[in-house]
């Protein structure tokens, strides 16, 4: 047995035979001399090659459109501008003319330029672009060698699809039904392949950097999505024993799948309200399908994060109603745009930031784009008339930056009225509490907005100063840290003063201790992973809100993590499970 080690991506567990697609091995690209008179006949075969490639192209666009919303068609617009690209044809043009070799080599030499400036950039969501320049110049190639694709459409039977670098096409175009798994050299969280993957549900590793070369057709593979491990050929054991880890989850996933009907009420008659976070339209099904009761984040950046220009005031318009009719009346808050720091969008200008997670980021970003920003308020303003949808500010941190958000607003607001355009004119306007500013002056805040969500995978980085993305500090993330919890109970207990209600959106609404502690302190509503929505609203059914204040009150009086969570480990061994 091999095993390797991997990102995890997209949970799940897969055994099955290997599928290597290696039609992403490098092919051999003819080299040879032409003369002057065969130089516009070899130009004429590359614009014939790039037709064909955007009829393949448009095809796919349509198809993705078709099947999962606009804003994946945009992954393809952004290929057919850059077949489309003047500079590139005329680079093309320019470097067959100066060294008079064949159409194919200038091609391929073309693109070995540029992926060798794409990944010798420091940010790694450009790297990943080479993978849009990969996929469209094998295109052209394979058009010009009149080399046929294997489509992976074609799949017949069940496989682990194993390979240097799936293309964002090869993504769409595929037989999803017969994918068990992705296991791939390349990418990261960010990649589209893991985007994909997760709105798909198919369980990926990726990032196995060159040992994805090592598994070959038919080599029998387990794939682990939760811990990113990989094992080739297992024994006997190692097979039984993933064969149980997989049964047990899937035993516990449909225990769990009983509970998405019935409602989050404590053993003491108090609903709280169990949402889930979303980073792309596709995942309402899964968010329905897990028994949550709307969403409560919606991270709109993942629409930014395509190639190509930022989607326009129509495409967003057309994600945002989708996902809220989806949701059938049911509530959706949609946060505006959160880049910068960890979540650099390629084509919105950054500059080179010290610290970028102190920096241009989130609402600060926003209020700096004024015709971006104003393009995404109308686009929720619009939407907001097909159901019950709220906006989120992130990143706010004192009363100036909340006030200048909310005249943006306005601002929109005006402008759909004078366009004649129909919005919901009481819309909830709702803000991240996330820095530690913002939680100390809760009391303040609260009384501009309609509702506070906690986003403490960004609080607790603020409160303990410690980067969020960086392994080496990874164990100073920590959501019972004495601090923390004083924060979220101030800024709760400042919320209802005001009359308003309190979420959390952040990583720790999804662990069922910090559940009861949370639920013990008031929380009204937690959002989450749709993955986690039944296992918190379990917990929630399995205790009383009088049993939980107490908790929650030992809890804050205990001086450290540590105690905390070894006195919950004690306290609730009984009633709750943490997974
Ligand atoms: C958070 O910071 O807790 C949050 C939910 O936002 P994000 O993870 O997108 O920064
Ligand atoms: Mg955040």
């Known amino acids: 047995m091999r095993t390797f080690q991997g990102i995890p991506v997209s949970p799940g567990i897969a055994i099955g035979p290997a599928f290597a697609f290696l039609d992403d091995e490098e092919p051999t690209i003819p080299r040879y001399a032409v003369t002057e008179s065969e130089l516009d006949g070899e130009w004429d075969r590359f614009v014939v090659a790039v037709d064909k490639a955007k009829d393949d192209v448009s095809a796919m666009r349509d198809r993705a459109a078709r099947e999962m919303g606009q804003e994946h068609g945009a992954i393809f617009d952004a290929h057919l501008l850059m077949l489309d690209d003047p500079e590139v044809h005329e680079a093309v043009d320019a470097s067959l003319r100066g060294s008079l070799l064949n159409i ?8 070995q330029g540029i992926v060798k400036r794409l990944e010798g950039l420091e940010d790694p969501i450009l790297q990943e672009r080479t993978v849009d320049v990969h996929d469209i110049t094998r295109r052209i190639l394979n058009h010009l060698m009149f080399k046929e694709r294997f489509s992976l459409s074609d799949l017949a039977v069940d496989v682990v699809l194993v390979a240097r670098n799936l293309l964002p096409s ?9 994918v068990k798994a992705i296991v791939m050299d390349a990418g990261g969280k960010t990649s589209h392949t893991a985007i ?16 994805g070369r090592a598994i070959k057709n038919g080599d029998i593979v387990v794939v682990d999505g939760h811990t990113g491990d990989v094992r080739v050929d297992p024994d006997a054991q190692t097979l039984e024993r993933y064969e149980r880890v997989r049964a047990r989850i899937a035993e516990r996933d449909e225990n769990l799948s009983s509970i998405a009907a019935l409602p989050a009420r404590t053993l003491d008659g108090k609903d709280v309200l169990i949402k889930a976070n979303i980073e792309v339209p596709e995942e309402t099904d899964s968010v329905l399908r897990h028994g949550a009761s709307g969403i409560g984040l919606f991270r709109s950046e993942f629409l930014f994060l395509q190639p190509g220009r930022a989607p326009s005031e129509e495409a967003q318009y057309a994600a945002y109603s989708r996902v809220i009719a989806a949701m059938a009346g049911r509530p959706v808050t949609i946060r505006t745009l959160d880049v910068g720091g960890d979540k650099v969008v390629p084509d919105l200008a950054f500059a080179e930031e010290k610290n970028p997670l102190l920096g241009w980021r989130a ?7 004024t015709e971006l920003f104003q393009n995404q308020l109308r686009a929720i303003l619009r939407a907001s008339e097909h159901g019950d949808a709220r906006i989120m500010f992130p990143m706010i941190s004192g009363p100036v930056e909340l006030d200048a958000a909310i005249a943006a607003l306005e601002e929109a607001k005006a402008e759909c009225r004078r366009r004649g355009q129909a919005f919901r004119e009481d819309i909830p306007v709702g803000i991240m509490i996330e820095v530690p500013s913002a939680a100390m002056i809760a009391d303040i805040l609260a009384t501009k907005v309609d509702f506070f969500s906690i986003g403490t995978n960004d609080l607790i980085q603020y409160t ?11 164990y100073l993330h920590e959501p019972f840290h004495p601090a923390v919890l004083r924060l979220v109970k101030k800024v709760i207990d400042d919320g ?36 986690s929505v039944p296992d918190v609203k379990r917990t929630i059914r399995s205790i009383s809100a009088a049993e939980a204040s107490l908790v929650a009150a030992e809890a804050l009086r205990l001086g450290s993590h540590q105690e905390i969570e070894a006195f919950l480990a004690v306290r609730l061994a009984e009633k709750v499970s943490r997974g």
């Open 104 to 111: 194919e080599w200038i091609v391929h030499q073309y693109e």
């Open 170 to 178: 090869d993504m769409i175009a595929m037989n999803r039904s017969r």
């Open 196 to 211: 994909l993957a997760r709105a798909f549900e198919i369980p990926a590793v990726l990032g196995l950097g060159g040992s």
């Open 363 to 369: 609402i600060r970003y926003c209020l700096s784009d």
């Open 464 to 474: 303990i100063a410690v980067d969020r993305g960086n392994e080496k500090v990874a």
């Open 496 to 531: 209802h003063a005001a009359g308003i209600s309190v979420s959390m959106c952040g990583e720790m609404a999804s662990d069922p201790f910090a559940a009861v502690v949370l639920l013990g302190l008031g929380l009204d509503e937690f959002s989450m992973s749709a993955v």
